[in-house]
């Protein structure tokens, strides 16, 4: 009888231990937003007043692409003065290194988003995060939902990509008509 129990004692520990990372992957499945098209975050937006509305997107990129009325810019990364030449390895997010196609300044995560995010909404309300082609949102959303965010939705293909191809409303606060060429990064310090 005792040889019986301890097998039996022993299989339930294997078949508990086995079952172990497919909790764990279970548990880090259920912490991410979930996604949804243009067109959902549109008609969410239209049936709810109090939507809020996250864009992630640089400064730059919020005033002059453009942006949905009413959205909050909170940027996930920021440029850094960390400049890279064409052809070197660089970071393209803080996550992705990649070689520089183009002379560029990296990018850094924002220390002070979920700073700003806390400051802005509660963890129960609907928040619907996009940027420009849905990568940056989709980090961004995630980090909503891992801390402790309980309605967190990634719109898709994002503003540029999506929003604005489907041809949903938008706004921008500048239209930039010509670039003054002073104005163009990197500045050419070799004069």
């Known amino acids: 009888m005792k040889k ?23 548990s ?3 912490k991410l937003a979930e996604n949804i098209t243009c067109k959902e ?14 864009d992630v997107r640089t400064q730059p990129e919020f005033q002059f692409v453009g942006y949905i009325a009413g959205a909050f810019n909170i940027p996930y990364w920021l440029m850094s003065s960390k400049f890279t ?9 803080p996550d992705i290194t990649q070689k520089a196609p183009m002379s560029r300044y990296q990018f850094t ?7 700003y995010v806390n400051k802005l909404a509660k963890p129960t309300d609907k928040i619907i ?10 980090k961004a959303a995630d980090d909503l939902v891992k801390a402790g965010y309980e309605n967190v939705y990634n719109m ?35 004069k």
């Open 4 to 26: 019986v129990t301890k097998y039996l004692v022993l299989i339930s520990l294997i078949m508990i231990i086995s079952l172990l990372p497919k909790a764990s992957a279970w």
């Open 28 to 30: 880090a499945e259920a």
């Open 41 to 54: 975050a549109y008609d969410m937006i239209q049936k709810n007043s109090k939507v809020i509305l996250l």
């Open 85 to 93: 030449e064409k052809g070197k390895e660089y970071a393209f997010a």
């Open 109 to 115: 995560k924002n220390p002070d988003f979920m700073t």
């Open 129 to 138: 995060v996009y940027c420009g082609s849905s990568k940056r949102s989709a």
């Open 156 to 190: 898709l293909k994002g503003f540029s990509k999506g929003y604005v191809k489907e041809k949903l409303p938008s706004e921008k606060m500048f239209e930039v008509k010509t670039i003054d060429p002073k104005f163009i990064y990197p500045p050419d310090v070799s």
